[in-house]
């Protein structure tokens, strides 16, 4: 996977609370331009949390039409729905409980049967819902990816030398992280949008941003392709090094 770095676009805003409001009306525009159904992969994290609350309210949230939105997950940790680390819950608690997005167009990771079946049984509901098992460049599984960065570089739950940072075929991994075992998207499967949407936020992650922005493909978030554009919101504080790269 040695490509050239993708040209993205950087918006930078002052503060998180910047981030979210931007991220939201770029997001309620980019639905308004089409009339079919809109497949997002939702993502875990604070910054998340923030853009999901700031979609669903007004007057924002009377700008979107909910029953065309469609979500997946874009990654997973292997945990019951119920439990304070499941993003699923993070995204019910924050979108789903007060949107009316219709119940059959919520797919979670479902956890039965062990992280390496889950891992499966999601990449199969994928293939379902796009039609095909071979993803093609003219026609992106998802409208829109959104992703968090770690303060290693990490994106999804694609981490620094791990062996799903090579994955090119199957569409998710389970992996496991500090004795953690997760679900992912693996690159396949995200490159296949049509855009990316990068939300970071925090001086704590200014030097993974720099390098992921400068194209260090040691960092799985510098490895995240589209089949459209890819955007980073960016608060001041994480963006702080970008300047000094000339990235700014």
Excluded at 139 to 144: A, E, I, N, V
Excluded at 163 to 169: G, K
Excluded at 218 to 244: H, K, M, T, Y
Aim: aromatic share 8%; charged share 20%.
């Amino acid at each position: 996977m040695n490509q050239a770095p993708q040209q993205p676009v950087i918006d930078i805003l002052p503060d998180p609370q910047g981030v979210a409001d931007r991220a939201a009306k770029w997001i309620a525009d980019r639905t308004a331009q089409t009339s079919e159904t809109f497949r997002i992969a939702v993502a875990g994290g604070n910054t998340p949390r923030a853009l999901y609350c700031e979609l669903v309210a007004p007057p924002l949230r009377d700008r979107i039409d909910w029953r065309r939105i469609e979500l997946f997950w874009g990654d997973e940790r292997y945990v019951p729905h119920d439990d304070p680390r499941s993003n699923y819950r993070m995204v019910r608690e924050t979108l789903l409980a007060h949107a009316p997005i219709p119940i059959d167009h919520v797919h979670p990771v479902m956890l039965e049967g062990g992280v390496e079946s889950g891992a499966r049984h999601y990449e199969a509901l994928l293939k379902s819902a796009y039609g095909a098992d071979v993803l093609s460049p003219a026609r992106p599984l998802f409208d829109l990816v959104l992703l968090g960065v770690g303060t290693d570089g990490h994106t999804a739950s694609l981490f620094p030398g791990d062996w799903a940072m090579d994955e090119s075929t199957n569409w998710t991994a389970a992996v496991v992280h500090n004795n953690e075992p997760r679900i992912t998207l693996t690159y396949p499967a995200i490159h296949s949008s049509r855009a990316v949407a990068f939300l970071v936020t925090g001086i704590e992650k200014s030097e993974a941003v720099r390098r992921a922005i400068g194209g260090d493909l040691a960092l799985p978030a510098a490895r995240v392709r589209s089949q459209g554009e890819i955007v980073w919101f960016l608060d001041r504080a994480v963006a702080a090094n970008l300047a000094e790269a000339g990235t700014a």
